[in-house]
Nanobody, 122 residues
């Protein structure tokens, strides 16, 4: 059973970059999604990686700025976040779902990490 573990959160500046990682020895058996939740808001789908298709999907608010990809050497899935904005602040979660395609709805995922805090501030 997969148990994703996130790392790499912290403080970023507007226009800057951060990179989050999601690790588990069984990640290559699942499709992986990244989600975020800001205080008082619902959990939002950020990106999804369909490993079998080699396809990626992004929420509208991060398209062109964030990249989800797999690091085969480390058996990790990372989220590269560029051109950070204040509204990117939140807790970021990595989640896994069996190979059933990619969705950006939290209900579609079976396994969740504990989350890592990202704060964008000047």
């Amino acid at each position: 059973q997969v148990q994703p573990v996130e790392s790499g959160g912290g403080l970023g500046q507007p226009g800057g970059s951060l990179r989050l990682s999601c690790a588990d020895s069984h990640l290559d058996e699942y499709n992986i999604g990244w989600f975020r939740q800001a205080p008082g808001k619902e959990r939002e789908g950020v990106a999804c990686l369909d490993l079998r298709k080699g396809a990626t999907y992004y929420g509208d608010s991060v398209k062109g700025r964030f990249t989800i990809a797999r690091d085969n050497a480390k058996n990790e899935v990372y989220l590269q976040m560029n051109n950070l904005k204040f509204e990117d602040t939140g807790i970021y979660f990595c989640a896994a779902r069996p190979f059933r395609g990619c969705v950006l709805q939290p209900a579609g995922y079976d396994y969740w990490g504990q989350g890592t805090q990202v704060t964008v501030s000047s």
